[in-house]
């Protein structure tokens, strides 16, 4: 099993969420985060000062699925999420050893 | 009410049955849960089912107490006793279990052994147990850390053990109940109040807990308890709450359903439950939707009775000592311990003036209407139709400052809307009270979501954070806050039916803005607000704001800072009343970003964005114009102006605007001069001129006119359009009838040039130029913003002529002053300039000399 993490822009969020459902992963954990990378940040003028917003505004979303599937859906969240501006986000993938469910206590293969 | 003493005075000597084992227990448990859920599915699960339910589970107790007793030889005199629910009888079919051993003596090996046989097979049969072991001894010191315990106390009953050890038992909580009675009820309310924030509040969940929410179960123990507590030194004879006991007994049969249903100890009434229990319930419906609604409706009106009954009980509950005095407010008013009461309610009942009069006094001092006052206007709300609050200027103007968002004001609009009268005043309201909508977000029933979104919006006075003190100072800015009230309470009532709501909500907010009179800029704002309540927060959250076509593309469909800043109120309050949480600090800054870069656009960006020909606005004005304008005429006008001119304006005042600016000669002054409520508005045509601006704006200011807001606008052909719309702070117009002549006739006179404006200024410049400055100034001159103008943004403090000296210094320095939009946010003038010079923008040495002069015109020096 894989972690995929994905940061991406907000307005993306639903794009990736239909791209993943196509590809038959039933659910994933998305969280309001805020960061920036290459993208530093955004300078605005309000009532005749300049503030920076160094942080901006970004979604994560966290899938745990089988191994066969992660190229495709690495491919799924890219295409889904991207504008091909600086700031599209990031994709990450890490090891997943077990995994239970809560409620019944099985663990999922 | 009849209620049911916490404990008895004479505690009744249980028989202890013969111990038949622990393995008869789950026979007992089971056969009287069986019991209990056949009562709950027919429905009649309630405070008697309960009950037996508690005598039976006390045999339980009883049964392993004996054999406990049995286990523990030479264990010391023992009682066991119940708390909480369970010594009230309050048993539901999955509650836990607080019990109180009590020994007489030390606790040793034998007292221990008695505590394990008597919980180890309770907890085998997979109960929750609260179990409070305590020596005799430890009675005597109460543990205020424990408040909970204490209150719990109040419920103490006998279930098994010596009986003189719970005569001294009782006795000994009795006189520490006593003697901490005031303490004790502090305890209870911060509680309650505690647990009340953790609801928001609010009684009108979708999906209600009925044990925890306001208007739930504990709150019917909390009125229990007052009372009990407070039986010495209160304030005063209790309040009927007689309508308490049937409120309680139908949360506990909804309550035994949902633990029936969910197998644990469930207490919200979720969407999915709410079929089941309307059918146990019988409900009245022909549907499941229906029966659903109608078990709603019962269960908010039985919330809204123990709330009721709470307050009151609290009120009447306070020591004497600390009951304010009855105290006059006026003629007709007065203020109790309950709030805002009419002196003399018989003559109060035909007096519906006066109930309005009574809310507003109650929003200025913070206090609720008292629960008299609400019961005259309940009684007799019935007896007006709408129509008779807003049939006078006066009424008219009564509502519509009673709808300023001053702290206060949804708690006031939650009684009004109680009582009856927001609906009487506001009948399409009415349409969606109590109404359930189900979706994935709103927690709300959409009247309460409404309120809930006032109080969102009142909370910005007195911001709880940083990042929402940003959009406090919005709210400072605004011209008539209220107007966002008013957006609010009819933004969702098109929710009364299935589908699309906007569209229904601004067809039923029509006739109301017909009947307060609101007209012009106010009708316009409000029904924009109300069409538009949903597209700012689908642009913020769902698309890319990063995007500056996306920012323009808004900005354009909103085109004017003072909708703009309505608009990003409304959508902050509106979204956090969706639910606790929905407003994240996240989204906060989503929406802040958006704000601030669709104002950039519309103040410093604006003028290059002109009037199209295909511009639906234009169509409009020229489809619709009187007979007296031709169409060359007026496309001659509009072409050229900035796009926001057309939103700025409704038609009518367009209409205005053209009729002005007609025939003007050189040295010609065209203006007209009128009342909004307490403000003026100068409207000046004259062809442009060098200082004409700053000329106009020095002759309101030595007429003592306080500038609030405004706009000058220039056509192609060379026309200046200044909008000036101000206070008049020395009742110059009001005091003198010749005032409107004299001011036009200065105005002749200054942009003739027969008058030297600074000399009819000049003390009231030297004045301000002494006066201390609170407010950092700033300037800002930028090439950056606009391709064909050099955009100049001044923030400082308001003061008597300022707008004449800056623009003033801007024409000495040679430049042409072309558009100009003016705000102030309480005593900081904002003031935006788009300037050129010799029709180009300006370059960088030239810049810096305009922002220099600037700088030293801020300061006071010409």
Redesign the interface.
């Known amino acids: 099993m894989k972690l995929v993490k994905a940061i991406v822009r907000p307005n993306r969020v639903d794009e990736v969420r239909e791209a993943l459902e196509k590809l038959g992963v039933p659910g994933m954990t998305v969280t309001e985060v805020r960061g920036h990378g290459r993208q530093k940040g955004h300078t605005a003028i309000y009532r005749g000062k300049e503030y920076n917003v160094t942080l901006l505004p970004k979604v994560e979303i966290e899938i745990v699925i089988p191994d066969n599937i992660v190229d495709s859906v690495i491919d799924a969240i890219v295409k889904a999420a991207r504008t091909g501006e600086i700031g599209d986000g990031r994709v990450f993938v890490q090891h997943v050893e077990q995994s239970y469910k809560i409620r019944t206590g099985e663990r999922e293969v | 009410m009849r209620v049911i003493p916490s404990t008895s005075a004479a505690p009744p000597v249980f028989p202890v049955p013969t111990a038949g084992g622990s393995s008869s227990a789950a026979a007992l448990l089971a056969a009287a849960r069986d019991r209990l859920v056949t009562a709950a599915r027919a429905g009649r699960g309630g405070r008697a089912a309960q009950a037996r339910y508690a005598a039976e589970f006390d045999d339980l107790v009883r049964v392993l107490a004996a054999d406990a007793a049995a286990s523990a030889a030479g264990a010391s005199r023992v009682v066991v006793c119940a708390l909480g629910g369970y010594g009230r009888r309050a048993l539901c079919l999955h509650s836990d279990i607080d019990l109180v051993v009590v020994f007489g003596g030390a606790i040793g090996a034998a007292e221990e052994r008695y505590v394990n046989a008597l919980l180890q097979p309770l907890w085998d049969l997979g109960l929750t147990v609260g179990h409070h072991i305590r020596e005799r001894s430890e009675l005597d010191t109460a543990d205020d850390g424990n408040p909970e315990f204490l209150l719990a106390l109040c419920d103490l009953r006998l279930i098994a053990g010596d009986a003189a050890l719970f005569d001294d038992v009782w006795a000994a909580t009795e006189r520490e109940r006593r003697s901490a009675a005031p303490r004790r009820i502090e305890a209870l309310l911060a509680l309650g109040r505690e647990r009340h924030t953790r609801f928001n509040d609010t009684l009108y969940h979708l999906e209600p807990d009925v044990k925890e929410a306001p208007g739930g179960l504990r709150d019917v123990n909390a009125i229990r308890l007052v009372r009990t507590l407070a039986r010495e030194g209160s304030g005063g004879g209790w309040p009927d709450v007689s309508r308490v006991d049937e409120a309680e007994d139908f949360l506990l049969r909804v309550r035994v359903l949902l633990h029936e249903l969910g197998g644990r100890d469930a207490n919200i009434l979720t969407h999915d439950y709410q079929e089941q229990v309307a059918d146990a319930l019988r409900s009245p419906g022909d549907d499941t939707h229906t029966r659903v609604e109608a078990l709603m409706e019962e269960y908010y009106g039985h919330a809204r009775t123990i709330a009721a009954a709470l307050r009151a009980t609290i009120a009447a509950g306070r020591p004497v000592a600390s009951t304010p005095a009855v105290r006059p407010i006026g003629p007709d008013l007065a203020m109790s311990a309950e709030g805002v009461e009419f002196r003399e309610p018989d003559v109060a009942a035909s007096r519906p003036a006066l109930w309005l009069d009574a809310f507003r006094v109650a929003v200025e001092h913070g206090r609720p209407l008292g629960d008299a006052a609400l019961t005259v206007i309940a009684e007799n709300v019935h007896r007006y139709p709408s129509s008779y609050f807003l049939d006078s200027d006066a009424g008219r103007q009564q509502v519509r400052a009673l709808l300023y968002p001053a702290p206060g004001l949804a708690a006031r609009l939650g009684e009004m809307i109680e009582c009856g009268l927001l609906i009487a005043i506001f009948p399409e309201f009415g349409k969606i009270h109590g109404k359930v909508v189900r979706d994935f977000y709103h927690k709300y029933t959409v009247d309460e979501h409404t309120r809930l979104a006032v109080r969102s919006l009142e909370s910005l006075w007195q911001p709880a954070t940083a990042s929402r003190a940003r959009f406090g100072s919005i709210l400072n800015e605004l011209r008539a806050p209220e107007w966002l009230t008013l957006a609010l309470l009819y933004h969702d009532v098109g929710k009364w039916q299935d589908g699309e709501h906007v569209e229904e909500s601004l067809r039923l907010a029509k006739p109301m803005l017909a009947r307060l009179g609101l007209a012009g800029e106010a009708r316009h704002s409000i029904e924009f607000l109300i069409g538009h309540h949903l597209d700012m927060a689908r642009v913020a ?6 995007d500056p076509d996306t920012v323009a593309k808004f900005a354009g469909s909103i085109a004017s800072d003072e909708h703009l800043k309505l608009l990003c109120l409304m959508t902050l309050a509106d979204v956090e009343a969706v639910g606790p949480g929905t407003l ?1 600090p ?2 906060e ?2 929406l802040w ?1 958006l704000y ?2 669709a ?2 656009h519309l103040t ?1 960006s604006y003028a290059d964005d002109l009037i199209q020909k295909d511009q639906a606005g234009r169509e409009a004005a020229l489809a619709q114009r009187p007979a007296d304008i031709a169409e060359g005429e007026l496309i001659r006008f509009l072409d050229g102006l900035p796009r926001r001119y057309l939103a700025v304006f409704d038609l009518d005042t367009i209409y205005g605007h053209v009729r002005l600016a007609r025939g003007l000669g050189v040295g010609d002054v065209h203006t007209t001069l009128q009342k909004h409520d307490d403000v003026w508005e100068l409207t000046v045509a004259a062809l442009d001129q060098p200082y004409l601006f700053s000329d106009i704006a020095g002759v309101l200011a030595a007429f003592g006119m306080d500038i609030h807001r405004g706009q000058a606008l220039t056509t192609p052909d060379g026309t200046a359009l200044d909008v000036f719309q101000f206070t008049d702070a020395e009742h110059f117009l009001r005091q003198n009838a010749e005032a409107v002549g004299e001011i036009n006739q200065v105005l002749d006179g200054v942009v003739a040039g027969a008058f030297d404006v600074s000399r009819l200024l000049g003390g009231r410049l030297r004045g301000a130029a002494r006066r201390k400055r609170p407010v950092e100034s ?3 001159v ?1 090439n950056e913003h606009s391709q064909k103008y050099t955009v100049v ?3 400082a403090a308001d003061a008597p002529g300022l707008l004449y000296r800056i623009s003033r210094a801007m024409s000495d320095a040679g430049c042409e002053v072309d558009l100009v939009l003016i705000s102030t946010e309480g005593n900081r003038a ?1 003031d935006v300039v788009h300037i050129t010079k010799d029709g180009r923008k300006l370059t960088e040495p030239e810049r810096r000399g305009v922002a220099d002069r600037l700088k030293r015109a801020l300061q006071g020096e010409s």
């Not at chain 2, 959250?541 to 990063?546: G, L, P, Y």
């Open positions: 959250f769902r698309t890319d704001v990063e994240t996240w989204k800054d989503l970003r601030v870069d104002y950039t410093l700033r300037v800002l930028s943004e001044i923030v904002i």
